[in-house]
């Protein structure tokens, strides 16, 4: 493996590695808060060997990634709000997510909240969405609420997976995630639209 897939590797391998230290738990922690805003690795690669090494604690693991993932978001939406041009516009040119912020702008304008939910359920950057949430003036009881419930779906539904199928669930996960969630957010998107014609 070379190039940027051999990059990926050694950092999947490295954050592998930091789920079986001692301070896992705290390191985990901050992990989802700085992904949140700039940091490359999403941390269900750290929670996947977390889960599988204590299966009795995936919720408990489940649950830290949710707050720590959403208190960084809040973070990320006020370096939007406040700090865009100086300091989140180069940050995400810089990890080359200027196509994403565009594509999350569209979404953002024709969806509203359910564009935040399905970003921030599905492989996109969650990075992106809490910055361009902040620098677009999303409502920010929408979006905090629009991230709970998407990180918690998510992170819940990766840490169940992996209790339920151990060692089989990380090859499972690691090579079909994006159609995994994207799957889930298509369900929950078909029973929002499906609720809105039969109530409206």
Known sequence: MTGAFAFLDEWYEGIKRLARHRFAERY??????????FFPIPPDLMLIPM???KR???????????????????????IGLFFFDAIAEPILQRLGKTEKMEIFRGKILDYGALGVFGAGLTPFP?????????????????????SVLARSLRFFLV?????????????????HFALFTIGVFALVAAAYFLYRHFTH
């Open 28 to 37: 985990f922690a901050a992990i989802c808060f700085v992904e949140s805003s």
């Open 51 to 53: 889960v599988q090494a």
């Open 56 to 78: 009795e604690a995936w919720w408990r693991y489940a649950l830290i990634a949710t707050i720590f993932s959403v208190l960084g978001g809040i973070a990320g939406y006020f």
């Open 126 to 146: 969650y990075k992106v969405i809490t910055i361009m949430s902040g620098a677009l003036k999303i409502n920010f009881g929408v979006f905090v609420a629009a």
């Open 159 to 175: 840490a169940g997976c992996v209790r339920l199928f151990g060692a089989k669930a990380e090859k499972l996960l690691k090579e």
